[in-house]
C-alpha cells in the first residue's frame, strides 16, 4: 500500500518558475520521512535574503522533480532558489565560466566535465569534512569521493563534485514465470551466471538477448559488458588506469574482458540470433524475445531504464524483473556496480551554495525525490519504504549493497574513445571475434590522439 500511497505523491506538484514559488508536494510531518533532518537542517540554516542560482540538464518532468526537491530547501533556509534546465548544458556551463556568469552551482551529467572545470580553476573545493561524510555515509563511499576528487587549477587533488541521483546499470533482466516454469534459480556468482547461460543452451533454449544498435551510436550496449567484465575481473584501481588510458586498451587485463563479453555474445546458442543479429539488432528492441512464449531468450543486460521499451502494459514483478549482474566468486572483488549519475559543484561560492551541499547530506533531500520517479541514492539513512516504486527500491537495494561503483568508462573516455572508437570496436569484435585485434585498434586511435 505504501508504494502505491508515495507513487501519487509527485502529482500534487504545482508547476511554477522556480523552487521558491512551489507548494511542498509532501507535508511535513507525512509518515515514512525523516523530517527530523529537515528540521534541524532549517533551525541551522538561514539564508534568507539570498539567491541560488543552480543550472542543470533537467527539463521537462526532471526539471519539475529537482524543483520539487528544492522548494524544501528554500522553505528551510529563505532561500530564493532558481534552477533552470537545458538540453545543451555542457556548452552552456563553459560559456558562463568564460563570461564569468557562472551559476552558484553547476549539475554535471558525467564527472568528465566537472574534472575540466576543476583544472581551469571553475569550481570551489567541498572539503576534507564532506569528504569524510561521504565516506561514512554513501555505500561504496571512497569511490563516490573518488569519483568527484579533481586536480584543481593548482595541481592539487581536492573533492569538488557532490554526488547526487544515480543510475545502475550492473542489471539482468529476466521473465519469473519462464524461469519458474524452466526451473532455473537467480545466479548469485558470475560463474552460477555461465553455469546457468549453458544449463539453458543444454535445454535447448537461448540464454542471452543482446542487441547493438543505435544508430550512429551503434556499439554503447557492448561496452556496458565490457565495463563490467572489468570490474570483476580486476581491481577497481585497474580499471581506473584503463579508463585513463595509463593501463593501455589492448593490455591482457582489458583483452580478458572483451574475451568474458565475448562468451556471452559469441558462444554457439548463447545469443539470440548470434553475433551478426546482436551486432544489428537495435537495444530498444533486443529485449523483445523475453516476453514470447516460448522465450526467444531468458535474460537480458541492460541498465536501469531498459522497461521503456517493454511490451505496453508489461508488470514489474509479474511480466518481468530482475537481478544483479553478479560478481566473481573466483576473483573475491566484492560487489562492484556499474552506473552512472550526476554531480553537484559550486561554480560561484556563496553561503546558500554551501548550504546546498550541506543539504544533500540530510535523508529528507534524497526521499522527496525518492517518492516522486527516477530517483536512486547511495545515502545510507534513507527510508527505503517512501519509494514510488517496488522496483526503483530493489535497484537502490543493489546500489546500497555495493561494495565498488565506478561510471560509465566509455563516458569518462575522450570522446573520439568511449563514443567512437570503443563502440566501433566492440561491433567489430562481436562479428568477427578476434579481441585482441579490437583492442590493439583502439589503442591505436587512442595513441594518434597525443
Excluded at 234 to 257: C, G, R
Excluded at 286 to 291: I, K, N, T
Excluded at 301 to 325: N, V
Aim: include cysteine; hydrophobic fraction near 45%; glycine fraction near 10%.
Amino acid at each position: 500500500m505504501k508504494s502505491r500511497f508515495y507513487a501519487g505523491v509527485a502529482a500534487l506538484a504545482l508547476v511554477a518558475g522556480g523552487a521558491q514559488a512551489q507548494s511542498l508536494i509532501i507535508a511535513p510531518g507525512t509518515d515514512g520521512f525523516n523530517w527530523e533532518s529537515f528540521d534541524a537542517f532549517a533551525a541551522a540554516h538561514d539564508f534568507a535574503g539570498q539567491t541560488l542560482t543552480i543550472t542543470g540538464p533537467w527539463t521537462g518532468a526532471d526539471g519539475q522533480m529537482v524543483n520539487n526537491m528544492l522548494a524544501y530547501f528554500a522553505t528551510a533556509t529563505g532561500a530564493d532558489v532558481r534552477y533552470s534546465g537545458s538540453d545543451s548544458f555542457e556548452q552552456d556551463i563553459v560559456i558562463a565560466v568564460q563570461a564569468n556568469s557562472a551559476p552558484n552551482l553547476a549539475v554535471f551529467p558525467q564527472p568528465g566535465l566537472a574534472a575540466d572545470m576543476a583544472a581551469r580553476g571553475a569550481l570551489s573545493p567541498l572539503g576534507a569534512e564532506t569528504a569524510e561524510w561521504m565516506v561514512e555515509n554513501y555505500a561504496a563511499g571512497q569511490s563516490w569521493v573518488d569519483l568527484g576528487t579533481y586536480a584543481g587549477a593548482d595541481g592539487a587533488s581536492e573533492m569538488f563534485g557532490f554526488f547526487y541521483k544515480v543510475d545502475v546499470k550492473s542489471l539482468v533482466w529476466y521473465s519469473p514465470e519462464q524461469f519458474e516454469e524452466a526451473g532455473y534459480d537467480i545466479p548469485e556468482t558470475l560463474e552460477e551466471l555461465i553455469a546457468l547461460s549453458e544449463q539453458i543452451v543444454a535445454d535447448g533454449g537461448t540464454p542471452w538477448c543482446i542487441g547493438l544498435g543505435s544508430g550512429a551510436a551503434t556499439g554503447w550496449p557492448a561496452t556496458d559488458w565490457v565495463e563490467d567484465m572489468m570490474l570483476r575481473l580486476h581491481a577497481p584501481e585497474v580499471y581506473d588506469a584503463w579508463v585513463s588510458n595509463e593501463l593501455a586498451f589492448n593490455s591482457p587485463e582489458v583483452v580478458e574482458a572483451i574475451e568474458l563479453y565475448g562468451k556471452f555474445v559469441r558462444s554457439e546458442g548463447w545469443a539470440q540470433g548470434g553475433p551478426e543479429a546482436s551486432a544489428t539488432t537495435d537495444f530498444r528492441d533486443s529485449p523483445a524475445g523475453l516476453f514470447q512464449i516460448p522465450p526467444a531468450c531468458y535474460m537480458h543486460k541492460q541498465a536501469s531504464f531498459i522497461p521503456t521499451f517493454f511490451p505496453e502494459g508489461s508488470a514489474y514483478g509479474e511480466d518481468y524483473d530482475f537481478f544483479y549482474f553478479p560478481s566473481s566468486a573466483e576473483r573475491d572483488l566484492g560487489n562492484p556496480v556499474l552506473g552512472a549519475g550526476t554531480v553537484f559543484a559550486i561554480t560561484s561560492d556563496s553561503p546558500a551554495a554551501r548550504g546546498l551541499i550541506e543539504f544533500f547530506k540530510t535523508p529528507i533531500a534524497h526521499e522527496v525525490w525518492m517518492a516522486q520517479s527516477g530517483f536512486l541514492t547511495p545515502h545510507t539513512g534513507v527510508n527505503l519504504e517512501v519509494f514510488s516504486t517496488d522496483a526503483l527500491r530493489a535497484m537502490n537495494e543493489i546500489l546500497l549493497n555495493a561494495t565498488t561503483f565506478r561510471f560509465d568508462a566509455s563516458d569518462l573516455m575522450p570522446g573520439e574513445i568511449g563514443a567512437g572508437a570503443f563502440w566501433t570496436g566492440m561491433v567489430d569484435f562481436t562479428t568477427q571475434g578476434d579481441a585482441q585485434a579490437a583492442a590493439d585498434a583502439i589503442q591505436a586511435r587512442w595513441e594518434a590522439m597525443r
